[in-house]
């Protein structure tokens, strides 16, 4: 598969939590590292994804907005 996005982290999913429509998927990058995404569960259920899976969180937004 092809993609225009260049930010590709390659990882392991350590973590997913379902809702009635969405689900919170952790996936650790590497050196204490984790990427937290929110997807459909049904795209959890198309992909297969399980804890311990290999997977790539694949970044392509034109802002991030982190405040505190």
Do not use: F, H, P, Y
Request: glycine share 10%; net charge positive; hydrophobic share 50%.
């Amino acid at each position: 598969m092809k993609l225009s996005a260049r930010n590709a982290l390659k990882g392991q999913v350590v973590g997913i939590t379902e809702g009635k429509v969405m689900a919170n998927v952790k996936l650790d990058i590497g050196n204490g590292r984790v990427i937290t995404a929110l997807i459909s569960v049904e795209s959890v259920k198309d992909l297969g994804l399980k804890v311990g899976d290999e997977a790539q969180a694949i970044i392509k937004a034109t802002e991030v907005i982190v405040a505190k």
